[in-house]
């Protein structure tokens, strides 16, 4: 008897002992296998939940540009932040929309300053969660720039390494774990750390927003946060997008600089970026997702033109695929809430 070990012909493959057919559908046949052969999973717990924070007391204001966020009152942050940890949410990152600005941001570094408040509320109810504050003066300042204004209309970097210090260490004494520098000024995580340590907080980290950016996808933010430059733009300090070699070079800086967690921003066109900083540095490496990159999924699944859910899952997928063990995502809450039903 010959045994005959030709595949059959319309598949084209052939089995023998050196050979056998390569069937990858096998592992896709059922959702139990799927789901057992994952190679990258998404938990709650790696996600953090941005929250614009303004004044008064019950207040929730919508965005217009970002379904389903808005801006909070102190009070409604810290309740939004325990439904957050009762979902499982790693973290929150904190915004401000100040009463008042002025030239050199004050509101950000005082003591009474709506972040600061907010952070104080939050860590009173004692949650399961990691408390992130955005370092940054834009929110704060009248000319909506990341630092006081030089004379030659420039945003001076050395005078805002100090105001940017003093924001750090006001955020840290209200309850901040995490301090997140964004405003891209050369030397602020080594300009922080040290007024961290010298102030008492040698256990608050720092998670620099090494890769950032001058990118379309911040607008919505821009609304949201009222933080539009009242002239100019932000691409003499933040990143030229093509720029790619430079990216690794300024997470190399922050690194030696003293930062504990690198960030890239925005995640889905940075997504070489973040797996380049995975394959290059042994910190953790985290993602924002921006509003532009949520914007476009959420008002494309309010027309019915794709399941939100689905690309929504998809992308955040994408962006911990590429490395990335911390996201930054304003859908964190509904991710979270997805996972648990899939439990």
């Known amino acids: 008897m010959t045994l005959d070990l030709e595949a059959p012909a319309s598949t084209g493959l052939t089995a023998s002992a050196e050979s056998r057919p390569v069937r990858p559908r096998r592992l896709r046949r059922t959702p139990a296998l ?6 990258t999973r998404l938990h709650p717990s790696m996600l953090v939940a941005p929250l614009f924070v303004q004044p008064g007391i019950g207040r929730r204001d919508p965005i217009g540009s970002m379904p389903g ?30 009463e008042s600005k002025d030239p050199l941001g004050s509101e950000a570094s005082t003591e009474g300053g709506i972040v600061q408040d907010a952070f104080r509320r939050i860590r009173a109810l004692e949650l399961p969660l990691v408390t992130i504050a955005d370092t940054c003066l834009c929110e704060y300042t009248d000319h ?17 390494l100090v105001r940017l210090a003093e924001t750090a260490v006001a955020q840290a004494r209200a309850g901040a774990d995490i301090v997140a520098p964004s405003a891209m000024m050369d030397g602020q995580v080594a300009a922080i750390r040290a007024a961290l340590d010298a102030e008492g907080f040698g256990q608050t980290a720092i998670m620099a927003y090494a890769s950032k950016h001058a990118s379309a996808f911040y607008g919505p933010f821009r609304e949201a946060a009222d933080s539009a430059p009242a002239f100019g733009d932000r691409r003499g300090y933040q990143m030229d997008p093509a720029n790619g070699r430079e990216a690794m070079r300024e997470m190399a800086l922050d690194v030696a600089e003293g930062a504990d967690i690198l960030l890239v921003k925005p995640a889905l066109p940075g997504l070489d ?8 540095f042994d910190l953790p490496i985290a993602a924002y997702q921006v509003s532009g990159e949520f ?38 809450a509904d991710l979270a809430t997805w996972l648990r039903d899939e439990r």
């Open 273 to 280: 970026l973040i797996a380049a900083a995975r394959d290059r």
């Open 69 to 98: 966020q808005a801006r909070l009152s102190a009070d409604l942050a810290a309740k939004e932040a325990a439904r957050l940890a009762e979902l499982g949410v790693g973290g929150v990152i904190l915004f401000g929309l100040p």
């Open 34 to 39: 799927r789901a057992l052969v994952r190679e």
């Open 144 to 160: 909506g720039h990341c630092g006081p204004i030089a004379a030659d209309g420039s945003v001076d970097n050395d005078a805002a």
């Open 295 to 332: 914007a476009m999924i959420a008002a494309a699944a309010e027309r019915g033109w794709l399941d939100g859910r689905r690309a929504m899952t998809e992308a955040v997928t994408g962006i911990v695929r590429a490395g990335a063990g911390i996201v930054i995502t304003y859908a964190a």
